[in-house]
């Protein structure tokens, strides 16, 4: 073990561990608090300025310029959006928030795919979302503990009271958004070659997963677990075989029976669709009736601004009864809906390029293809920019697939694996 360590660190200059050891470490705060995941995003940052030179960095970030520009533009919309605003504050907070759509790719992009390890990247995001498990769970245990009736309060680890927002309640974090990561960890689990070995060992793959389906229910994230259905499924049917349309039954089976168990998540898939198929997902007319106050103001082509987008959803909430959502301010929850709404057909048109600009410089290959759908379902459910863990999210994972599988790393990738066979 020394040995290694050694070894390791003879063969790795110490600007090179600096920046290992830093991206491990911001992916695995991304679920914990913001503030800390903040704070070590800066050190992520300062590690890659030591390693590489500007005329490096240069030539790397050339070869992918595209999606970096594209991003740059993504971003572009939010200054556009305080452009055409008339709350300037609540729209120069969102630039402020969205500004690491420019940093993390400008950071990523610039690096080649050498210069990260996707496995260990996996292994770090996994150990953080399991450190905040472990957190909320000791929250949760510590309040049954502490109730005058501990064997009656323990019946209620089932109820929204210990489930959804409550669950996260000690990381201070969002549900879904914790959910997603989750699912991205699944997913690469269940999915990556470097995980081969793993996954012959089934005992040792099911208790390793179990943790993380129990809390994936727990945070009653309807979206986050139609993403791991929707990606089991298409991983089967790319590769169909018999035994794993079993493994997806008793997914799927398995995934009932804790939505009934834990009812609230259960409450909250029944209320999508009636039994005569009426769609009553509580979001779909709210939905409706932002764009019938959007088609009302006219702004069909800039929006009305970022800054204006919250007033907007709150007058539609207002006039559609839509109590809780008013007084709780929520906004679109629809980041296609939020782009219409703040910045017009431009802005819908503008995200959805960045999406097919992924799809084309990755091809969906390997884990591409998981955070792909991901993010397409994702960004029809939440506003997935709202929040700047959802931007950590999307900005990193997003620059790190193009570095990873794009056309140029792949080519690298095939002749590394023929020079293996010709020494074979």
């Given at each position: 073990m020394i040995k290694d360590i050694r070894n390791y660190w003879n063969n790795n200059p110490p600007r090179r561990v600096f920046f290992e050891a830093s991206?491990?470490?911001?992916?695995?705060?991304?679920?914990?608090?913001?503030?800390?995941?903040?704070?070590?995003?800066?050190?992520?940052?300062?590690?890659?300025?030591?390693?590489?030179?500007?005329k490096e960095r240069l030539q790397n970030l050339k070869g992918n310029k595209?999606?970096?520009?594209?991003?740059?533009?993504?971003?572009?919309m939010f200054v556009l959006g305080w452009f055409f605003s008339t709350d300037v504050k609540d729209?120069?907070?969102?630039?402020?928030?969205?500004?690491?759509?420019?940093?993390?790719?400008?950071?990523?992009?610039?690096?080649?795919?050498?210069?990260?390890?996707?496995?260990?990247?996996?292994?770090?995001?996994?150990?953080?979302?399991?450190?905040?498990?472990?957190?909320?769970?000791?929250?949760?245990?510590?309040?049954?503990?502490?109730?005058?009736?501990?064997?009656?309060?323990?019946?209620y680890f089932?109820?929204?009271?210990?489930?959804?927002?409550?669950?996260?309640?000690?990381?201070?974090?969002?549900?879904?958004?914790?959910?997603?990561?989750?699912?991205?960890?699944i997913l690469g689990i269940i999915r990556m070659r470097e995980f081969v070995n793993l996954r012959r060992h089934k005992l040792k793959l099911?208790?390793?997963?179990?943790?993380?389906?129990?809390f994936l229910i727990e945070t009653s994230s309807r979206i986050g677990v139609i993403c791991l259905i929707v990606m089991v499924v298409i991983t089967i049917f790319r590769k169909l075989e018999i035994k794993k349309i079993f493994y997806l039954i008793g997914l799927i089976a398995t995934?009932?029976?804790?939505?009934?168990?834990?009812?609230?998540?259960?409450?909250?898939?029944?209320?999508?669709?009636?039994?005569?198929?009426?769609?009553?997902?509580?979001?779909?007319?709210?939905?409706?009736?932002?764009l019938s106050e959007f088609n009302a103001r006219g702004n069909y082509i800039f929006g009305i601004g970022t800054g204006d987008?919250?007033?907007?959803?709150?007058?539609?909430?207002?006039?559609?009864?839509?109590?809780?959502?008013?007084?709780?301010?929520?906004?679109?929850?629809?980041?296609?809906?939020?782009?219409?709404?703040s910045n017009g057909i431009l802005g819908l048109f503008v995200y959805i390029t960045v999406l097919l600009i992924f799809l084309r410089k990755t091809g969906l290959e390997g884990e591409a293809l998981s955070f792909f759908v991901i993010i397409a379902l994702f960004s029809f459910s939440e506003s997935i920019f709202g929040l700047s863990k959802g931007?950590?999210?999307?900005?990193?994972?997003?620059?790190?697939?193009?570095?990873?599988?794009?056309?140029k790393a792949q080519k690298i990738n095939q002749n590394e694996v023929n020079q293996n066979i010709c020494v074979e």
């Open positions: 991206t491990y470490l911001f992916v695995a705060t991304l679920p914990l608090w913001e503030n800390l995941n903040t704070i070590v995003l800066w050190f992520f940052v300062a590690s890659s300025l030591f390693l590489l030179k500007p595209t999606a970096f520009y594209f991003l740059a533009v993504l971003y572009f729209a120069l907070r969102d630039m402020e928030r969205t500004l690491t759509l420019l940093l993390i790719p400008l950071i990523v992009l610039s690096h080649k795919k050498e210069d990260f390890n996707l496995k260990k990247i996996y292994i770090s995001l996994g150990t953080g979302l399991f450190i905040g498990m472990v957190i909320c769970w000791g929250f949760i245990i510590e309040s049954i503990l502490t109730n005058a009736t501990p064997w009656v309060q323990a019946g089932f109820k929204w009271i210990y489930n959804g927002w409550n669950a996260l309640k000690p990381l201070e974090g969002h549900p879904s958004y914790f959910a997603i990561m989750i699912v991205i960890f099911l208790l390793l997963l179990a943790p993380f389906f129990l995934l009932a029976i804790l939505s009934i168990k834990f009812d609230y998540l259960g409450s909250k898939f029944s209320a999508i669709v009636d039994s005569q198929g009426n769609i009553t997902l509580d979001r779909y007319p709210r939905w409706i009736a932002i987008a919250q007033a907007l959803y709150d007058l539609a909430y207002s006039k559609g009864g839509f109590d809780i959502a008013l007084n709780n301010h929520y906004n679109a929850h629809n980041q296609y809906l939020e782009f219409l709404v931007v950590f999210i999307f900005a990193f994972f997003y620059s790190l697939f193009i570095v990873w599988y794009s056309k």
